[in-house]
């Protein structure tokens, strides 16, 4: 077809680069305190709530969170 690289819409790209902070957040919250984890939680929540309507990159993405044991996305906070 002659196309190098196929072009991506902006949409993918944007979820391309959310995934990758994403990513760089989990690792953070590794060594991070309770304060900042909760911070972290909001920042996680922020970065995936626009792609609530894709239901597998949003469950993916819900899945390294629960295996990075910052629970689920939205839940009340515990005390």
């Not at 196929?6 to 690792?27: F, G």
């Not at 590794?30 to 609530?52: H, N, V």
Request: charged share 35%; aromatic share 10%.
């Amino acid at each position: 077809m002659g196309v190098s690289l196929p072009q991506r819409s902006d949409r993918y790209q944007k979820m391309y680069e959310v995934a990758k902070e994403y990513y760089m957040i989990l690792q953070e919250a590794k060594s991070a305190d309770f304060s900042r984890k909760k911070e972290i939680k909001k920042r996680l929540d922020e970065l995936s709530a626009p792609f609530s309507d894709n239901v597998a990159y949003h469950a993916f993405l819900e899945m390294e969170r629960l295996a990075a044991g910052l629970g689920c996305s939205n839940k009340p906070e515990e005390k």
